[in-house]
Nanobody
Framework: QVQLVESGGGLEQAGGSLRLSCVVF????????MGWFRQAPGKQRELAAA???????NYTDSVKGRFTISRDNAKNTVYLQMNSLKPEDTAVYYC??????????WGQGTQVTVSS
């Protein structure tokens, strides 16, 4: 079993920066993909960024050049560094993980609000 705990969300001004953290508990060695999804009310959930166990990354077009996903294996933590924030980035951000059996795990979500 895997549990994910997010933190770092909050209020930020447009153009500012914010860093989200996701601590992974449980059978961390079974995880091969970590990602950050986001969802605004009434809208589809979308993948913002992902990182594989091999270190390769993937970003949705709207955040390329502004967001960076990274990990610290010693701390069992995945980060999402968000720079040049825009009001359209406002959403609930969910840390997610996929294990070697293609089972998905989800955090509780953290609210990110960007003011104009």
């Amino acid at each position: 079993q895997v549990q994910l705990v997010e933190s770092g969300g909050g209020l930020e001004q447009a153009g500012g920066s914010l860093r989200l953290s996701c601590v992974v508990f449980g059978n961390i060695f079974s995880i091969n993909v970590m990602g950050w999804f986001r969802q605004a009310p009434g809208k589809q959930r979308e993948l913002a960024a992902a990182i594989t166990s091999g270190g390769s990354t993937n970003y949705t077009d709207s955040v390329k050049g502004r967001f960076t996903i990274s990990r610290d294996n010693a701390k069992n933590t995945v980060y999402l560094q968000m720079n040049s924030l825009k009001p359209e980035d406002t959403a609930v951000y969910y840390c997610s993980a996929r294990d070697t059996n293609w089972r998905w795990y989800w955090g509780q979500g953290t609210q990110v609000t960007v003011s104009s």
